[in-house]
């Protein structure tokens, strides 16, 4: 029989177990697995789109984007985040999922240790192993935080850190010390920072930080897809110092191109347009967090309430998160996000009141079986 061969590192990461909940869902299931938002793309950033369409704006673009969007990308840093890069240090992807795959593809030689937050996002390790490198995870603490201490003794000898705040899983933001404290650390170790924000604007009472404002080795990833409810256009970015984008460049060039050039019109649309929609998404999805902590809380769930994005992260023990699935409320086991947490659950919020008030009986169905 043929023996079809494929690459180890390719053999050697898993499908996203998130993946696997979505295929085996019920008709009737509440969907609190995903991680995008429920919200409709804004009216004038499709208008942006059509409007691209219609004028013929469907070619490729130039392969780090288009010099409006990027123009604009760099007004949003200094405005939005006290950062200054030129629009020559910035690429627009094709989310922010191949700003990361990209970033390791052309900083990670085989061997490099890769350290981030355990639990973490599914696609660091990942991304990692497909580069050649070594994943680490970095313990948290009792409030879902990276632990200092373990972070600066797993970053010794490591070749980058990324940093995720707010974070997926587990909706926790790091303090501004925080950040200071591991960038400052990666800098005088030698260890370049990746600083992923794509929930910067989902945050309920703190501020956000960009860890660029602490040093000079850290690369900025981010994306229109939470921010303006895009995760389907496929628009990220990522903005760094010169040396490293220019070897971004080379492999986005060849595996990408450039990002939809629709998409680039449509997010032209979003970065210049009014602002607003973004905090009319984030009351609601704040609405929501408080709603469903309160009603987790009165069921005995005990666990700190996650100060941004749209997850929250509770410990639960595998026979309830199983009950739980079987009364279709898709929730995403802990262990999908790496070794450290197998008894938590992640439920997204980036769901309708009405269906979060279905999935709060069933989950109380299920916790009272
Ligand atoms: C922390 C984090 N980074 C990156 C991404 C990928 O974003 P995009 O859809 O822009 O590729 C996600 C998506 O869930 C995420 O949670």
Same mark, same amino acid.
């Given at each position: ?122 696609? #660091?390790? &990942? %991304? =990692?192993?497909?580069? *050649? ?11 879902? @935080? ?118 680039? #019109?449509? &997010? %032209? =649309?979003?970065?210049? *347009? ?11 999805? @704040? ?83």
């Amino acid at each position: 029989m043929k023996e079809y061969v494929c690459a180890q590192r390719c053999r050697g990461i898993e499908i996203s177990g998130i993946r696997k909940l979505f295929e085996a869902a019920g008709p009737d299931s509440i969907n609190m697995g995903l991680g995008q938002p429920d919200f409709d793309t804004p009216d004038h950033i499709k208008e942006g789109a059509i409007r691209a369409i219609r004028e013929g704006k469907t070619g490729y673009t130039s392969n780090m984007g288009i010099p409006e969007l990027r123009e604009a990308l760099s007004s949003k840093f200094k405005k939005e985040n006290g950062l200054s890069y030129d629009p020559g240090q910035i690429i627009v992807t094709a989310g922010a999922s191949e700003a990361l795959h990209i970033i390791m593809q052309a900083l990670i030689e085989e061997g490099d240790r890769v350290v981030f937050a355990d639990p973490g996002f599914v696609s #660091y390790g &990942a %991304l =990692a192993v497909l580069a *050649g490198g070594r994943p680490e995870g970095i313990p948290l603490d009792s409030k879902l @935080r990276i632990n200092i201490e373990a972070a600066k003794s797993r970053m010794d000898g490591a070749r980058m850190i990324v940093i995720n705040s707010p974070g997926n899983p587990t909706g926790a933001v790091e303090s501004r010390e925080s950040i200071r404290a591991l960038v400052e650390y990666a800098q005088d170790t030698g260890v370049t920072v990746v600083s992923d924000e794509v929930y910067e604007h989902f945050l309920y009472g703190s501020s956000h930080h960009s860890a660029a404002l602490f040093g000079e080795d850290v690369i900025t990833v981010n994306a229109a897809s939470k921010t303006y409810a895009m995760t389907g256009w496929r628009l990220g970015y990522l903005a760094g110092p010169g040396e490293y984008t220019e070897q971004c460049l080379k492999v986005h060039q060849y595996c990408q191109a450039c990002a939809t050039s629709i998409s680039q #019109y449509a &997010a %032209l =649309a979003g970065y210049t *347009g009014p602002q607003k929609c973004v905090g009319v998404m984030r009351d609601e999805y @704040r609405k929501r967090r408080d709603y469903l902590y309160a009603e987790l809380r009165k069921m005995g769930f005990s666990f700190p309430l996650p100060e941004g994005a749209f997850y929250l992260f509770v410990p639960m023990k595998r026979n309830l998160l199983e009950k739980i699935l079987k009364k279709g409320v898709i929730i995403v086991p802990g262990d999908a996000f790496g070794c450290n947490a197998p008894e938590y659950a992640r439920m997204s919020y980036a769901a309708s009141m009405e269906n979060l008030k279905t999935a709060v009986e069933r989950i109380r169905a299920a916790a009272g079986e």
